[in-house]
């Protein structure tokens, strides 16, 4: 058996994709800067700096109201795991468009006065008591400090530094974040407008991006639980049938510490591992064996599933369980290995493949 | 699970996916270009105030006026600004001419600067220092304020410079916390009524018994609201002493 791999390094995938992404960016901004003021309807032009304020605040919130939606997607429907391969770079561009946004702002509204104007755009308005005049401000300041955030800790330093729980955690943070875009333009640009389609696309946007979410952990919930049947013997989990199993593929079960496992087929042989991939989580169940490896379905990482290593010279380790067959019923001991432990896989025997 | 293609980003694009990802890659880039037509196109006219540049400098001679914030009766016109037209005055940025003006209450003074204008509102930005007040020779008295009685209105409270175009557009909630610090700064602040009023659409504002306006008002700037005050005619210029406790915030 042969072993390529090859790491989240830089590839033709990920040039493609960022190519991608700076021409939508450019593209957006393009369309949106030399609107003429006779286009509009406009006897003056809007102030550059406004003009340019709103262009990026703009393409922000849709960026980031695209990177919210790929995640559901990509759960809902796996041709979009493309999308989710490079989803930070994809993050880290928001960020530099949201700050770009600030800086304008800030530069305008903020600027000219005796008030220094850092001080002026927490300052200017404090209706903290009222809905319309609320400073929506400080909701796209929060905002944006959590993209700076996330985007300083997007590189696998950081993911390998905090560990994927924390960092994943951490980058939950996103969820707050485009809550408080989402007040902020609310409260701010929309209520300034009398042309509405602004307030259409903010609607349409963030009701997509809630709605897709929704479809996403109703799907989960409605795919089968194997629990339902739990075995009497309480140590160990029942997690499928071996009918359910495909070579190649795995079956992911929940267990009682809230941690998911996969239990592959792999040449005729039963393993378990955990679903959690060392990267950043990803669902190895969800991904399948390619060149005797399970491969992650996010990044490509890979494992042996008999011992949850990475193959030299990578040093990744998951976690393995063990393994039994109770008649056709498969089963795992629900107490984890340490990560890298060998396991010996369980051979179907004739009888129990179909 | 299927035999769907299944994607790893190091590796080949699977053939099946190349369609996909050709789709996607094109929806997102349409989708780029109609969003940012769409929203760009969007946007309210901001209006047609201006900083004159093309006017050039103007110099004027004039009554000065604290009503508090100072404005000028201007006696001895220019080009742009005839004699009788009534300006309210600012500083540079988001400074006042308060400071400048201040010893200058119903004296002559002569004011240079650059026009701003929209519709009926006039401001002149002062140059810095001296050059752009200075106390004048000549007679000149404050003309006589007319009593138009107590007013209840509806409309917005701006801060009179951007309003009359030194931010374009210069009002409304995005503007509002620049309005604040143009209002604290002494930049004249302005009420623009919805409905005319004496034929005006906007009013220079003052606090009741024209004392300077109290921090109160802060919470109303920007917004849609009604209050009631004292109306005077001030050369050209509508004064109206808004009473902070009548604000009502209108849907
Ligand atoms: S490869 Fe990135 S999460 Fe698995």
Redesign the pocket.
């Known amino acids: 058996m042969s072993v390529k791999y090859t790491p ?1 390094q830089w590839n033709r995938v990920k040039y493609c994709y960022d190519a991608l992404l700076v021409a939508g960016t450019i593209l957006f901004l393009a369309v949106f800067l030399p609107l003429p003021p006779e286009a509009l309807g406009h006897t003056r032009p809007v102030d550059p700096q406004i003009t340019n304020a709103r262009a990026f605040g703009a393409c922000a919130f849709v960026m980031l109201s695209i990177i919210l939606m790929i995640g559901p997607l990509a759960r809902l429907d796996d041709r979009v795991l493309p999308l989710l391969y490079n989803r930070r770079h994809f993050g880290v561009l928001t960020c530099l468009v949201a700050l770009t946004h600030a800086y304008f702002v800030l530069n305008w509204y903020f600027a000219f006065s005796p008030t220094d104007k850092w001080a002026a755009s927490l300052s200017a308005n404090t209706s903290y008591g009222q809905a319309l005049g609320f400073p929506f401000e400080t909701l796209g300041i929060f905002a944006l400090l959590c993209l700076l955030v996330l985007a300083a800790t997007s590189h696998d330093f950081w993911l390998k530094f905090l560990g994927a729980p924390l960092w994943k955690g951490l980058h939950m943070l996103i969820y707050p974040a485009y809550a408080a875009v989402v007040g902020h333009i609310a409260l701010g640009a929309l209520q300034s407008q009398e042309v509405t389609t602004f307030a259409w696309i903010t609607a349409f946007l963030s009701l997509g991006v809630a709605g897709l979410h929704l479809a996403a952990a109703l799907q989960a919930r409605m795919s089968p639980d194997p629990q339902a049947h739990a075995v009497p013997d309480p140590a160990w989990r029942e997690v499928c049938d071996v009918t359910d199993l495909r070579e190649g593929f795995a079956q992911i079960a929940q267990l009682p510490d809230g941690k998911r496992v996969a239990v592959f087929l792999h040449e005729g042989q039963i393993s378990a591992i955990s679903n959690a ?6 669902p ?1 169940g969800e991904g399948r064996i390619v060149n005797c490896l399970v491969t ?6 890979q494992y042996d599933v008999r011992n949850g290593q990475s193959p030299a010279p990578f040093t990744e380790k998951i976690p393995t369980y063990r393994v039994r067959l109770k008649g056709s019923r498969v089963q795992v001991d629900p107490v984890a290995n340490p990560p890298g432990t060998p396991v010996p896989p369980v051979p179907l025997s004739k009888a129990a493949r179909v | 699970m299927s035999e769907k293609p299944f994607f790893i980003g190091y590796a080949a694009v699977p053939t099946a996916l190349r369609f996909v990802m050709g789709l996607v890659s094109a929806l997102l880039i349409g989708g780029a270009a109609v969003l940012g037509y769409a929203i760009g196109h969007a946007q309210d006219d901001p209006g047609d105030g201006a900083f004159r540049f093309d006017y050039g400098r103007q110099t004027v001679t004039g009554v000065i006026e604290l009503t508090p914030l100072p404005v000028m009766h201007v006696i001895e016109g220019s080009e742009q600004i005839a004699a009788g037209d009534t300006l309210m005055l600012s500083g540079a940025g988001k400074n006042g001419a308060l400071p400048r003006a201040a010893a200058l209450d119903g004296q002559m003074a002569q004011a240079s600067g650059v026009l701003l204008q929209r519709g009926e509102i006039d401001m002149l930005q002062l140059r810095g220092g001296r050059n752009g007040l200075q106390a004048a020779a000549g007679d000149g008295t404050t003309p006589a304020p007319v009593d138009l009685g107590h007013w209840k209105l509806a409309g917005e409270i701006c801060d009179g410079k951007c309003l009359a175009g030194a931010m374009r557009p210069g009002r409304g909630i995005s503007h509002r916390a620049c309005a604040n610090l143009c209002i604290q700064g002494g930049i004249p602040p302005v009420f623009v009524s919805t409905q005319p009023v004496e034929g005006e659409e906007f009013l220079m504002i003052t606090g009741p018994g024209f004392s300077p306006l109290p921090e109160a008002i802060y919470d109303a700037v920007a917004l849609y609201i009604s209050a009631e005050g004292q109306l005077s005619r001030h050369g050209d210029l509508l004064v109206w002493a808004l009473e902070p406790d009548t604000i009502e915030v209108l849907p």
């Not at chain 1, 991939?277 to 990803?282: D, E, R, T």
């Not at chain 1, 992650?296 to 990482?301: A, N, R, V």
């Open positions: 989240v991939c060392a990267h950043q989580n990803g190895l992650c379905p996010w990044h490509g990482f």
